[in-house]
Every structure is written in structure tokens, then in C-alpha cells.
């Protein structure tokens, strides 16, 4: 997966090869494109899943917050939105040094023994399934059953 620095929120940094994300020193004074997330601190993939089983894995470390997942092509990019399913997004984040699903209305606390250092994202558009492992001993975290994405491209 590289990340289209297109749709980065002004506060993250896209390394030049598009593999890696940080969040920088500051807003950055960034065009206000209409694929640019300008509420909450996100970046998509360039790639897009309309078919097929798709896997990645993203290095989350040891350090401070993040979030993994996918969203629909069409996610509001501006202003605030709903994190979840209702919103089009099927994520799992690090908040507060806790492990939480972004589910519908309110988030799902994940119950683990450790943190997970590497998430391995697990897309798959025909089973209607997003599932997250912790990529270092293959234990699963979360899976998103009976997800529609109706025919809808969906990206990291």
C-alpha cells in the first residue's frame, strides 16, 4: 500500500516514497482539494478494492495514537464524520493505550494481553469481511462480519 498525500489532513506528513505517515509539527498550508480529510487526522491508500482478498500489514510501533482500516471511495472528506460502519469506515485504533473497533454509534473495546507493534489488515470484497491481526503472532484482534460495501471501491 502507498498513501496518496492528496487526501492527508494538513497536520500529517507523507514520506516521499508513500510508505510511512507521520504527524508533523503543525498545519501545514496545504491546498484545500476536495479529496483532503480537513477534520480528523486521515490519509487513504492510493490503491482501491472493488473484488478480491487484499492483505497488508502497517508498522502502528510503540509510541502514541493511530488507526488502521479501510473506507468506502465515497468517505466525507470534510468536516466532521462518523467513525465506523455508518460513516464508511471499518477501522481499529490505539486511543488513550487502549485497542478500540470503530463500530457503529460507539467504539469496541478490544481486550488484549499486549499492544500489537504491527496490524495486518485483511480485506476481503467478496466475503464482506475486514478483519485485523496483530502481524507479529497472527492472533486476531477484531473482525467486521457481513460488511456490505455495494460494489463501492474501498481503500486503506
Known amino acids: 500500500v502507498t498513501l496518496d498525500p492528496d487526501t492527508a489532513h494538513p497536520d500529517l506528513v507523507v ?7 507521520r504527524r508533523g509539527a503543525g498545519r ?7 479529496e ?13 478494492f472493488v473484488t478480491g482478498r487484499h492483505c497488508w500489514d502497517v508498522d502502528v510501533g ?4 493511530w488507526a488502521v482500516g479501510v473506507a468506502r471511495e465515497s468517505v466525507r472528506r470534510k468536516g466532521r464524520l462518523s467513525l ?10 490505539k486511543w488513550g493505550g487502549q485497542i478500540r473497533a470503530l463500530t457503529t454509534r460507539k467504539v ?5 494481553r499486549w499492544l500489537p507493534r504491527r496490524v495486518s489488515v485483511h480485506l476481503d470484497c467478496g466475503g464482506g469481511t475486514v478483519a485485523f491481526f496483530d502481524a507479529e ?10 460488511v456490505s460495501f455495494a460494489g463501492e ?3 486503506p
Do not use: C
Request: proline residues 7%.
Open 15 to 21: 514520506s516521499e516514497d508513500g510508505k510511512s505517515v
Open 36 to 48: 483532503r480529510f480537513d477534520y480528523w487526522p486521515f490519509v487513504l491508500g492510493h490503491q482501491g
Open 108 to 112: 469496541t473495546l478490544v481486550a488484549l
Open 84 to 93: 465506523g460502519p455508518q460513516g464508511g469506515i471499518w477501522g481499529l485504533e
Open 137 to 146: 503472532d497472527g492472533g486476531l484482534l477484531f473482525v467486521f462480519s457481513r
Open 153 to 155: 471501491r474501498v481503500r
Open 62 to 65: 510503540d509510541g502514541g495514537d
Open 28 to 34: 501545514r498550508d496545504l491546498p484545500d482539494n476536495p
